[in-house]
């Protein structure tokens, strides 16, 4: 099972992606998780005692460069990046993880020898893994080339009861279809009424996979600065349905 979850800035996909490693590992599975979110946050989610000193492989600019081989306007399409999971990969009992990050493009200028690197990394990680992947996205699917997205067995789209998160919904749908992606799902977040979800599912013109209501312990442990593996109530319970769903669809090819 390799999933990517995506979703606009602030609709809590990071929080999915962690709730979903945790259901995953309760059911069996050795999970790795990839933060290629351009604010990796997965290292704290997920409770790991470094988080703090976590470098994502996007900052590691002199390492890019490097790979790339770049060389002025040339650089390498197919950079040397086998031995980089060995070396700046976490790993915790069933649970792995590598944080890519995104590189940052400022004013204008073009980050590509430095994407080339992230994407032959993220490719690597995908094609190679024998775990369930959950890869924490950011809010397209510009990561993924073609050559990879056959990987991925589905995309999950989180979206909150708000217009403007339906619309980068919408979009990011549509490149995923694009991409010629088999199973994408659409994941509500912070649901507090059946109101909501209606709302959600008329606009969306699909029904949602689960629906994640808002759930004040979640608040709590991240204030707290504690891994949301914790967690045993409602987004416990609905990421618990969110793995059980994912497994039966994905099992039938649907």
């Known amino acids: 099972m390799k999933v990517a979850v995506c979703g606009k800035g602030g609709v809590g996909k990071s929080t999915i992606a962690a709730l979903l490693c945790n259901a995953l590992i309760n059911r069996g599975y050795q999970v790795l998780a990839i933060d290629a979110d351009p604010s990796p946050h997965l290292a704290r989610l997920l409770g790991f005692k470094e988080a703090d000193q976590v470098v994502p492989i996007a900052e590691m600019k002199e390492l890019l460069t490097a790979r790339a081989e770049k060389d002025g306007p040339f650089y390498s399409l197919n950079p040397k990046v086998d031995d980089l999971p060995e070396k700046f990969m976490l790993r915790k009992g069933d649970l792995k993880l590598m944080v890519l990050g995104a590189v940052r493009e400022a004013g204008g200028g073009c980050a590509c020898p430095e994407q080339t690197v992230l994407r032959r990394l993220l490719s690597l990680l995908l094609l190679q893994s024998k775990e369930a992947v959950v890869v924490d996205m950011e809010a397209g699917v510009e990561h993924f080339g073609r050559a990879t997205i056959s990987a991925i067995d589905a995309v999950l789209i989180v979206v909150q009861p708000y217009r403007g998160s339906i619309e980068t919904a919408k979009q990011i749908e549509k490149m995923a279809r694009d991409l010629k992606v088999k199973n994408i799902f659409f ?67 649907t």
């Open 187 to 253: 994941v509500g977040n912070n649901v507090v009424s059946p109101e909501d979800e209606k709302f959600l599912e008329e606009e969306l013109q699909k029904p949602l996979l689960v629906a994640f209501p808002r759930d004040d312990e979640l608040a709590r442990l991240e204030r707290q600065g504690l891994p949301l593996s914790e967690t045993r109530g409602l987004a416990y319970q609905t990421a618990e349905l969110l793995a059980e769903k994912l497994e039966k669809a994905l099992s039938h090819g």
